[in-house]
């Protein structure tokens, strides 16, 4: 069954299983003791270090192991912040961050201090500018991810990390999804990672403080780990996500995976807007990951897509509202402000073979097929085309209270359906109206208010905007063509 999810975890590296399978009977011993078992332990621990600081690009003296790459971000964020209490309580991230960052924001903020998030554009992507717009006195340290988990955007690192230095301001780095292709260019001052994205077993994470960053770490003081990250070492694993990583680095073929991988890829971004109608293929199309491609399809409920994909032997990932408990859009795709709904994630694990990704071109549009048949969405995409039976109700023309008077349209009243139902009842009746006149969808539902607009500008329709309405929002939409 090919798996397409490697930017959630990698398939265990071989050289991290052989290692694994060889520590535990040479690295079960306490690192810390002077006896026998202990010093074959540190040894272990040491060329460890060594070898992922090589893969990093940093001293071994400047990395520690963590429980994970989550821990090392919230260590890092905390300890950096806490450094700097005096020069400012103000931290500055982009808003695609990983979920850690934004939690260990939130966690600073609720203390007494402030956060700012750096706007990107529609590709993911943060500009340098808006760093330097943004960076002030008293902002105590700024985050930005390498390359974005969902979508593969890299962002402009190096850049920022001059702009950081000349500010005198510590850049920390999420480096999770890019570290597995190569270190991370640019003067940082800290960076965190995590061992199951490049193949290392999970529960190891790293963090890099480099020389002259001032660093105060939180919580209970701890001999382990420079103080940085308390507790026992896990050493087996720790020992399996070096050797895996410095494979990586040390293998010549690796740097031809990642072409031969980006070319997959760039045929997957070319021939599914080909093969299935609707769809956005969102991200930077040439700044990005070599192995991942994320794509919105219009009117598919994301939850079943991926249900259907799984039986058809594909396991694949989303940001799709439709496939999340909370029933709110990934809050990567939101600020990029693209479709959220049918949305699917393709990250391609070392190895991958070509013909996998040949049989996905050929399941994906039957499998979209299906599922826009079950929700009763024509085959073209369902404009100017009747409401069907068990549809959203629709009112007699009206012209909404914040509309002028113009601009009365039809109104659809969608409360109490979820995505994508409010889009696809839009998209059947706008072309009822006359041009330059509107609909107007009631939702309850909080994906309505990103994709509504996000379909608006793959229809090349225009989005008016929203007002409260009841217990729910008023979306209008003036029909252009």
Not at 283 to 300: K, N
Request: glycine share 10%.
């Amino acid at each position: 069954m090919p798996y397409f999810d490697a930017a959630s975890t990698a398939p265990l590296h071989p050289v991290a299983r052989e290692a694994l399978l060889a520590s535990l009977d040479e690295g079960w011993a306490d690192p810390a003791r002077l006896y026998r078992e202990g010093r074959r332990a540190r040894l272990l621990l040491d060329a460890a270090r060594e070898a992922a600081a090589e893969a990093v690009g940093c001293r071994p003296d400047e990395l520690v192991f963590t429980p994970s790459g989550t821990q090392a971000v919230h260590t890092g964020v905390s300890g950096a912040l806490a450094a700097r209490r005096r020069a400012g309580r103000r931290l500055l991230h982009s808003a695609v961050e990983h979920s850690s960052v934004l939690h260990a924001a939130e966690v600073h903020e609720a203390a007494g201090g402030s956060r700012a998030e750096l706007p990107v554009d529609r590709t993911g992507r943060v500009a340098a500018g808006e760093v330097a717009a943004m960076l002030g006195t008293d902002t105590a340290l700024v985050c930005l991810q390498s390359a974005n988990h969902e979508v593969g955007t890299e962002q402009p690192v190096d850049e920022v990390a001059e702009l950081c230095r000349e500010a005198g301001v510590p850049l920390l780095v999420d480096a999770a999804q890019s570290l597995p292709w190569g270190p991370v260019p640019g003067p940082w001052s800290l960076l965190a990672a995590s061992a199951h994205k490049w193949g290392g077993p999970p529960g190891v994470g790293l963090l890099v403080v480099r020389k002259g960053t001032r660093f105060a770490p939180q919580g209970p003081a701890d001999e382990r780990e420079s103080g940085r990250s308390p507790g026992f070492e896990n050493l087996p694993a720790i020992v399996a996500a070096a050797a895996s990583l410095r494979a990586l680095r040390a293998d010549p073929g690796t740097e031809g995976e990642a072409a031969r991988l980006r070319l997959l890829v760039d045929r997957i971004r070319a021939r599914v807007p080909e093969l299935v109608p609707d769809v956005e293929v969102v991200g930077d199309p040439v700044r990005r990951l070599p192995h991942l491609v994320t794509f919105s399809c219009l009117y598919v409920d994301g939850e079943t897509l991926l249900h259907e994909l799984d039986r058809a032997g594909f396991s694949v990932s989303s940001g799709s509202s439709c496939t999340s408990s909370t029933l709110t859009p990934s809050h990567v795709l939101r600020a990029m402000g693209v479709l959220s709904e049918g949305n699917v994630r393709i990250s391609l694990p070392y190895g991958t073979a070509e013909a996998e990704v040949e049989r996905f071109l050929e399941v994906l549009p039957q499998v979209v097929r299906s599922v826009r048949e079950r929700l009763g969405v024509p085959a073209a995409g369902g404009e100017e085309v009747p409401a069907t039976a068990g549809g959203a109700p629709r009112t007699a023309p009206a012209a909404p209270a914040a509309e002028p008077a113009e601009a009365a349209g039809l109104v659809v009243d969608a409360l109490g359906k979820r995505c994508p139902i409010p889009v696809i009842e839009l998209a059947k009746v706008i072309g009822e109206v006359p041009v330059g006149q509107t609909v107007t969808v009631l939702s309850d539902d909080e994906a309505a208010r990103q994709d509504i607009p996000a379909w608006c500008t793959m229809r090349d329709q225009e989005y008016v905007g929203e007002r409260a309405a009841g217990r729910g929002a008023a979306y209008v939409v003036r029909r252009r063509a």
